[in-house]
């Protein structure tokens, strides 16, 4: 990379004068820009329709900031977002939530299309600083593997809409330090303005202020006290940034504990380390992954020095260099290694729980070996004079390699079960890949999938609280209680304030019968996490089974207060209201809960009862009634007799009688198989009223299922 050094009295020169590059004539430039941009297109064709993948959901299908009223408000002035202060992604996902709501494809799209904009702006940044192979660096850019991760990745949204920005204000500085006529201080605005919104994508763009000295540098421009003062206000802008994102890694995030305890020494040798992991990358991008290993690092180990002396030895071996190659190498390498400063271990990261790097962390800092990379090629052309295809030869190979590389890592991202069973092919030692297949599998009802997964994850982090919190979940899916009771409270006794651990362990005990029990972990749930909806739900529902009514009321309305599109906590509101007698409340919230989740039975056959049984006329819908509760009975296999035993309600209400008879009695023979006395009972008072030719007029005899014991 060079630009074009002003011969000053004193200074060295480089043994090498470049002049400007112009491999492609300026006539041609929109074609090879389309040309760009289509081959970009072209090999992330496997995204173009790829799923949603690990934090997706709290990003963007859950985020309740792309829906909520107040959401805009909420995503630049509140502490609601879900992960880090990235004000500028949320806002343009929630204007893609509103233009095709959870349609994956067009987040994808968005994204590649950003990756292809912003390798134009890398070449026309290149040609300003009249670097050669500039269109070639651009190309490197958009096809190499290692940037797969930021663009197929949704979540990576915030590396590239900060690449976008990051380059838009390298440019505007570029040309604002010109020896151009017209009003450059326009430029100055115009980059400090990209520097803001890039820093509102990403905070790691903080490091832009020394992107702006090396410019400086490479083009051979004195780095006075006049350019001192022009770039302050951009570190002032990245300090302020910085200072926010480490508070909320810190005290939102929650970096802290024995986990991110890592002493100076550690985290230089860390950072040692890292930066060859990433330049390796760039140069053999093989067995690219989404989480690495995360190797041990002490200070007592000789070997774990090696990378800081090799770090040392090119930094001294560049200097010396500089006087024959000139600037070029010197400002790669500054820049490589100062843009990705932020993400080399000096700060700790929530992510470093799991390896101290990620290909997405030099999605800005790749530029610098990429652009000389490229010098050096176009170099190697003008020497081979006798080979005049010897570089466009070596381009095309290295492209064409690069982009089949990239359309094949693409796969991997296509959805959750192949990202996490590539990520373990290549890295079988990552017990966070093992949990989220696992979870991934839990999702699907492949229960006991799940639990060979949350095995290997506890095997592989046996102090992992998650872990055992996701076993024992998955155990009480199968009845499996004492197993459960045991890895919930492992994981209790791991992390005592693990809020979904304990609200885990109230289910438990609920399905043991030990109702008390679970009132209290429901309770310590709270406790921990006022605001966790599902905890209140719960307690609920336990106190709604226990008869207390308005208890159950108080912890419902709260839930539906936090999390008013869950399906359960409606259905279980209209369970609360129907025993207050509110029938039309109640009617409301069991309509609500089948909006929004059609498919669930608890509420089809709720639903079904109070049309069947209800005594206001203006409620009652013997046709609806059946429809409901035909369709939970078939999604059961007909094998539910509560739910038998509301269709059988159904058909009398619709004057069906004989049909009504014949189910009840079916609802009858289940109860009786099932040794519920209770409800067989209730059943039984069903059938006679069939008889008679009467239907059922009370909603509260409504048959329910026999408490676990």
């Not at 879900?82 to 949320?90: E, I, K, N, T």
Request: with cysteine; net charge positive.
């Amino acid at each position: 990379m060079s630009g074009r050094p002003k011969r000053r009295k004193g200074a060295s020169q480089p043994a090498v004068v470049i002049t400007r590059s112009a491999p492609f004539a300026r006539k041609h430039g929109f074609i090879f820009g389309a040309l760009l941009v289509a081959a970009t297109i072209l090999v992330y064709q496997k995204a173009w329709h790829a799923g949603y993948i690990w934090d997706d959901d709290v990003y963007v299908t859950t985020n309740k900031l792309l829906t909520a009223p107040d959401g805009l408000r909420r995503i630049w002035f509140s502490l609601d977002s879900p992960s880090q202060y990235f004000p500028l992604v949320y806002t343009t996902f929630r204007l893609e939530h509103a233009l095709w709501g959870l349609n994956s494809a067009g987040y994808h799209w968005v994204n590649i299309l950003l990756h292809a904009a912003n390798a134009l702006l890398l070449w026309r940044l290149l040609r300003s600083l009249e670097v050669p192979g500039a269109w070639l660096a651009a190309a490197i850019f958009a096809l190499h593997p290692v940037h797969v991760e930021s663009v197929a990745w949704i979540t990576e949204r915030k590396n590239v809409l900060m690449g976008f920005f990051f380059l838009l204000a390298l440019l505007a500085w570029t040309a604002f330090i010109a020896d151009r006529p017209g009003k450059k201080w326009n430029f100055y605005a115009l980059a400090l303005v990209c520097y803001a919104l890039a820093l509102f994508s990403k905070t790691t763009a903080c490091t832009l202020p020394a992107a702006l000295l090396l410019i400086l540098w490479l083009r051979g421009t004195a780095i006075t006290w006049r350019r001192i003062v022009q770039v302050a206000p951009f570190v002032v802008l990245g300090i302020c940034m910085g200072l926010v994102s480490i508070w909320w890694e810190r005290y939102h995030q929650g970096t802290r504990g024995d986990a991110f305890a890592i002493g100076m020494i550690e985290r230089v040798l860390v950072a040692s380390r890292a930066v060859w992991f990433y330049a390796g990358k760039l140069i053999w991008p093989a067995n690219l992954s989404f989480s690495y290993p995360k190797w041990p690092i002490s200070v007592a180990n000789p070997l774990d020095y090696i990378w800081l002396l090799i770090t040392a030895g090119a930094g001294v071996a560049i200097y010396l260099g500089r006087r024959r190659v000139g600037r070029s190498i010197e400002v790669g390498a500054l820049f490589f290694v100062a843009t990705l400063s932020p993400m080399l271990g000096f700060i700790m990261l929530y992510t470093f729980r799991f390896s101290f790097v990620a290909d997405h962390y030099q999605y800005p800092a790749s530029i610098g070996p990429i652009a000389l990379a490229a010098v050096g090629i176009n170099a190697l052309g003008r020497w081979e004079k006798g080979s005049p295809f010897l570089m466009p030869g070596l381009s095309a190979a290295i492209l064409l390699s690069l982009g089949l590389l990239t359309w094949r890592q693409c796969a991997m991202y296509q959805n959750l079960e192949t990202l996490w069973r590539t990520t373990i092919a290549r890295n079988p030692t990552s017990w966070m890949a093992h949990n989220n297949l696992g979870t991934a599998l839990l999702n699907t009802e492949r229960v006991e999938e799940a639990i060979v997964e949350f095995i290997n994850a506890v095997k592989l982090q046996p102090d992992y609280a998650a872990g055992h919190n996701n076993l024992g979940n998955a155990y009480l899916r199968l009845g499996r209680t004492d197993d459960s009771l045991r890895h919930l409270r492992r994981a209790i006794e791991i992390d005592p304030r693990y809020p979904e651990a304990r609200n885990n362990l109230g289910n438990t005990l609920l399905q043991m019968g030990r109702q008390n029990e679970a009132a209290a972990e429901y309770n310590k749930a709270i406790e921990i996490d006022p605001r966790y909806a599902e905890a209140h739900n719960n307690l609920g529902a336990l106190f709604l089974q226990m008869g207390r009514v308005d208890d159950a009321m108080a912890h419902l309305q709260k839930a539906l207060e936090l999390t008013a599109d869950n399906a359960s906590v409606h259905n279980n509101l209209g369970n609360a209201l129907l025993r207050r007698g509110q029938l039309d409340e109640a009617l409301l919230h069991y309509d609500k809960a089948l909006a929004l989740r059609p498919n669930d039975v608890q509420a089809q056959n709720n639903l079904a009862w109070l049309l069947a049984t209800c005594p206001e006329n203006h409620i009652r819908n013997g046709p609806r009634a059946v429809e409901l509760a035909e369709r939970a009975d078939r999604q059961t296999r007909g094998q539910n007799p509560v739910i038998v035993a509301t269709l059988s309600a159904a058909y009398a209400e619709s004057g069906r009688f004989p049909e009504a008879l014949r189910t009840a009695q079916r609802a009858l023979d289940l109860a009786t198989a099932a040794g519920n006395a209770a409800l067989a009972e209730v059943i039984r008072g069903q059938v006679q009223l069939y008889q008679s030719g009467s239907p059922s007029r009370d909603p509260e005899l409504q048959p329910k299922a026999r408490p676990s014991s």
